[in-house]
């Protein structure tokens, strides 16, 4: 099972995907996984700090939208699909709903694909 948190930041996604986590751990005895995205990999904990880093200035929504799908698909790649082929539940805070609302809406690049 793969579950993503979405919501803007301070709602709570990271202490309800924890308060899940333990619960499905010490209730369910579930092997589970917890993400964050982008993140969850070196290469994403990169775009992670690129993007945050004020010393680049703020990114168009179009170089951020690439910079996070590339942490994501290798996010996936690398740990997502192996983990769910091994039967473990997966965890993360954010995924692509995130790029949808904050680079496609906020960021004017729209939501066609």
Known sequence: M?????GIDGVGKS??????????RDR??????T???PGGTELGEHV?????DPDHGPLDASTEVFLFMAARSHLVDTR???ALGEGRTVLCD????????YQGIVGGLGIQA
């Open 2 to 6: 793969f579950l993503a948190f979405e």
């Open 28 to 33: 369910h005895g579930a092997d589970v996984l």
């Open 48 to 52: 992670r700090s690129l993007v945050l």
């Open 35 to 37: 993400l964050q995205e």
């Open 94 to 101: 954010r995924f692509l709903w995130s790029s949808v609302v």
């Open 15 to 24: 202490t309800q995907l924890s308060l899940l986590a333990d619960y499905m």
């Open 80 to 82: 997502i699909r192996p």
